[in-house]
């Protein structure tokens, strides 16, 4: 029974899940932003350097072995797959979307040669194999093998070669010099696909070998000696090493989810990727030695994506990974690969009582345990220690479990800090935990709050410290209202023998002073606040009086009733501001106000009100001018002016 559904299934899967992108652990990782999808890596030994081809941005991303992007291949319509020439001069890609096959110098990135391919023929998968360059072309059961003849004069391509199977999708094509005459092909688009060796030491293959492994595979490496290869796929099956000569199976290596791609390094350590859906470990690691346990290390909290993107450098000392192709691709580089993940975790309270006993334990974990007696060193930071203070080591139990005791001398975040320096066979790693350590509240008090002042008034300020440890600084801060006076530190300095420290402020709007203690190890920081008001001046004038009189116990302005006076209100400035105009007469027992109202002040601070009309002679009367708060603004306290008394004659 033959079936393409589970490819096209997996592909909805991808585009419809909801995928985050958050790196984990690795050596290093870097963004490879000139690529936006990533389809088939090659790693350059002899100029370290590492193609990425990428068919979504039609183009081949040049980088260095950090995943620096040093250049790129551009004009290469959906480009698929990538192989090298054995000695690294050429770079041969696969062309997709042009119907051709182009040669690239590995030196200087320069186009040296291409090769068509047929029109419609759209090739996808190379391998490099006895002078010739062999490509899987076509789509699904139009699929077939060809070649380019790179010995002939004139390099000849030759289409058809496909003998003993009927390929459901382009095979996926594998070669390696130190088994010259074998070329491998897998039919990776159908589950009944199989592996298919063919022997192509005349020029033209022959089916050696052929076997069904249930299909769907996702990717593959030969070994070193180009003898076997391992496979990954299909389904959630291990990965699995086959004999070219026979596909008997070798050795099998257990994973827990959809292995995606595979790498052999120079002396067989196979590296896989799975699927990972779950987020609990991405890359495996499995030593040539298969009594000793997977090594697991958790990259990207991603899904990782298929395609071969994962390879061993040359000389087989590190790894490379390119993952999180949904957004950015990122270029993981695994330093050590072959040592086992060491995976650290530190557990302190949350928070604990200065100057007692608390307890941090925690646990050091690898694939490959560690014994018993392995030491860990053991850091405290802390507001006395700001560079941290060691508080030794200390050495692992069963399990990989570690506790101690620890009197913290400091209040405050207390951070506990736990390495493991690693050894022959496991990484180092680093962990800790921050507990919240009390401190006592001290004394603070800052005088005058609620209290009115005049404008301008200079007021002395005190703030008072109680007892503390060893900080003894205070800080007052003035903040007046108002958007346009910004917040001002007008005090700082240690407190004086009684604990006090003191300011004077000219009080021109109501003001919100501070008093801050920054704290210490001991005591908690601290501050308090003083909220005073400020009056504003106000000057009251009144012209066209034809004399003044002291009479009626103040001093009266005369005027003739053919004349308005002009009364003048003169105030601080302030943008939108305005004074209360009220009116009063005497009405042989009271005052009783007769006008009222608001008058905007000019940029000056004045405003001239004209009172007209015809009053009547002899009535008294007085008027005053007033600041009220909120009635055009509020950065000073309600004002009223002082009374001016006038009357009217013939």
Known sequence: MRSLAAATTLAVLFSSAALT????????????????????????????????????????????????????????????????????????????????????????????????????????????????????????????????????????VTLGLAVGHDFASPPALYADPDNPGTLLALDTGISSGPIVVYDISSGTPVLKVTEDKGGFYKDAALTPDGQNVVVAGPGT?????????????????????????????????????????????????????????????????????????????????????VTDTYYTPQFRVVDEPRKYAATLTVNAPASAPRAKTLTVSGTLTANLALPAGTPVTVT????????????????????????????????????????????????????????????????????????????GQDVKFTAHLGTTYKNRTVEIWANPYGADKPNTLVKKGTVNSDGNLSVVVDLKRKTELTAKFAGDSRYAPRSVVSKVGAKVSISTSVSGAYKTKYTWNHTYYFFRQSKDPIVTATLPPYGGRTQLLQVQYWSGTSWV???????????????????????????????????????????????????KYFTFTS
């Open 593 to 643: 106000t007769t006008y009222r109202e608001y008058f905007k002040l000019d940029s000056a601070g004045k405003s001239a009100v004209q009172l007209t009309g015809t009053p009547p002679k002899g009535v008294r009367f007085r008027v005053r001018n007033s600041y009220v708060s909120g009635s055009g603004d509020s950065v000073n306290t309600t004002t009223y002016g002082s009374w």
């Open 237 to 321: 099956r291990a990965l699995t090493e086959y004999r070219l000569s026979d596909l008997a199976e070798v050795r099998t290596y257990p994973v827990p989810s959809n292995p995606l791609t595979v790498s052999v390094a120079p002396d067989g350590t196979v590296a896989a990727t799975v699927l990972d859906t779950d987020d609990v470990g991405d890359t495996y690691v499995f030593p040539t030695d298969a009594s000793k346990p997977v090594n697991v290390r958790n990259l990207s909290h991603d899904w990782m994506p298929g395609g071969h993107l994962t390879n061993w450098t040359a000389d087989g000392s590190k790894l490379f990974l």
């Open 21 to 156: 992108a958050t790196p984990a652990f690795a050596d290093s990782v870097k963004p490879v932003s000139a690529i936006e999808d990533a389809a088939d890596t090659v790693v350059d030994g002899t100029h370290q350097r590492v193609f990425i081809s990428d068919p979504s941005t039609n183009q081949i991303a040049v980088t260095d072995g950090t995943g620096a992007v040093i250049g790129t291949l551009t004009g290469l319509p959906q480009v698929r797959d990538l192989t090298l020439s054995p000695d690294d001069g050429t770079l041969y890609a696969a062309v997709y979307g042009a119907d051709k096959i182009v040669a690239f110098d590995t030196a200087t990135l320069a186009q040296t040669a291409e090769y068509a391919t047929g029109t419609g023929t759209i090739p996808s998968r190379l391998a490099y194999a006895d002078g010739k360059l062999w490509f899987g072309y076509g789509d699904q059961w139009d699929s077939d093998l060809g070649v380019v003849d790179l010995t002939a004069e004139t390099p000849t």
């Open 380 to 455: 405290r930071t802390d507001l006395e220690s700001p560079n941290g203070k060691s508080l030794g080591t200390k050495s692992l139990g069963t399990g990989g479990k570690f506790s101690f005791t620890d009197v913290p001398p400091a209040g405050g975040k207390v951070t506990y800090r736990v390495t493991y320096a690693g050894d022959a066979e496991h990484t180092g790693a680093t962990a800790s935990d921050t507990v919240d350590v009390s401190r006592a509240t001290p004394a603070l008090t800052l005088n005058n709050n609620g209290k009115v002042y005049s404008y």
